[in-house]
């Protein structure tokens, strides 16, 4: 069976670099060197120590690196019928290198962020899924929402 681990600072280059992979998932090419991966390495080495315990990440590493990881947050917003304690969980990074993919690695970073959750006494999880993603989180009990997404980009 794979274990995932809890990752830690020092994991966050590796982490930002696996996000690029997620990125590439997309569209097929790495994103190029901008400012996001050093503000991401930051709030990475910040946050997955943050005393309120509100960032974790897991990963499953192999020599030279990782493999893969899952990195979640938990929000906090005004309770509600279905959320009593207002707590919900946002899985944001899920990846797993091209050559290490098929293996069981994504579950198990996935299974760990879940058990996580179930810790902090998180009962309502949300992500996003891509098509080649879908069948992992399906398998693992997500069920598309129907409460539809809308964003605004806000310019400064």
């Given at each position: 069976?794979?274990e995932?681990?809890?990752?830690?600072?020092?994991?966050?280059?590796?982490?930002?670099?696996?996000?690029?992979?997620m990125?590439?998932s997309?569209?097929?090419?790495?994103?190029p060197?901008?400012?996001?991966?050093?503000a991401?390495e930051?709030y990475?080495r910040?946050?997955?120590?943050a005393?309120?315990?509100?960032?974790?990440?897991?990963?499953?590493?192999?020599?030279?690196g990782?493999?893969?990881?899952?990195?979640?947050?938990?929000?906090?917003?005004?309770?509600?019928?279905?959320?009593p304690?207002?707590?919900?969980?946002?899985?944001?990074?899920?990846?797993t290198?091209?050559?290490?993919?098929?293996?069981?690695?994504?579950?198990?970073?996935m299974?760990?962020?879940?058990?996580?959750?179930?810790r902090?006494?998180v009962?309502?999880?949300?992500?996003?899924?891509?098509?080649?993603?879908?069948p992992?989180?399906?398998?693992?009990?997500?069920?598309r929402?129907a409460?539809?997404a809308m964003?605004?980009?806000?310019?400064?």
């Amino acid at each position: 069976m794979i274990e995932a681990r809890r990752a830690t600072p020092d994991d966050a280059p590796e982490l930002v670099r696996l996000r690029g992979v997620m990125y590439a998932s997309f569209d097929g090419d790495q994103p190029p060197p901008r400012p996001w991966q050093d503000a991401a390495e930051r709030y990475l080495r910040t946050h997955l120590v943050a005393p309120d315990d509100s960032l974790a990440a897991f990963v499953v590493a192999r020599p030279g690196g990782l493999a893969s990881c899952a990195v979640g947050s938990i929000e906090y917003r005004l309770a509600g019928p279905n959320n009593p304690s207002g707590m919900t969980g946002y899985v944001f990074n899920v990846a797993t290198d091209p050559d290490a993919r098929r293996r069981g690695y994504g579950r198990a970073c996935m299974v760990g962020l879940l058990d996580w959750y179930r810790r902090r006494g998180v009962t309502k999880v949300d992500l996003r899924a891509s098509p080649d993603g879908e069948p992992l989180y399906a398998s693992l009990g997500f069920v598309r929402s129907a409460d539809p997404a809308m964003r605004l980009l806000l310019t400064a």
